[in-house]
């Protein structure tokens, strides 16, 4: 059974940094286009980044000044850094994977995990 398990959310103050991990079980995520999402609610799922099977990424613009991606495969883990947090930041981040390209149409989701950033 594949799962994508996204950790590292919590609740912090403006202008700290997290680290966001998404681990896979059951699938190798070497093959695979991951991406970063934030969902608020009462708003559309917002794409961060993608990052391909060799870390090419592309981002959404709005993400590119403080957000990083990297990937591990070793560790099976994608990773988002969000650095100089900032209130407008609140929301639960996801993590999704789609074999081999980076299209947009994703095999598997993670369910997400909650940042809230406090002023």
């Known amino acids: 059974q594949v799962q994508l398990v996204e950790s590292g959310g919590g609740s912090v103050q403006a202008g700290g940094s997290l680290r966001l991990s998404c681990a896979a079980s059951?699938?190798?995520?070497?093959?695979?286009?991951m991406a970063w999402f934030r969902q608020v609610p009462g708003k559309e799922r917002e794409r961060i980044v993608m990052i391909g099977r060799t870390s090419i990424t592309t981002w959404t613009k709005s993400f590119e000044d403080r957000f990083a991606v990297s990937r591990d495969n070793s560790a099976n883990t994608a990773y988002l850094t969000i650095h100089n947090l900032r209130p407008e930041d609140t929301g639960r981040y996801l993590c999704?994977?789609?074999?081999?390209?980076?299209?947009?149409?994703?095999?598997?989701w993670g369910q997400g995990t909650q940042v809230t950033v406090s002023s």
């Open positions: 059951g699938l190798d995520i070497s093959p695979y286009c």
């Open positions: 999704a994977a789609e074999y081999r390209y980076c299209t947009d149409r994703y095999n598997y």
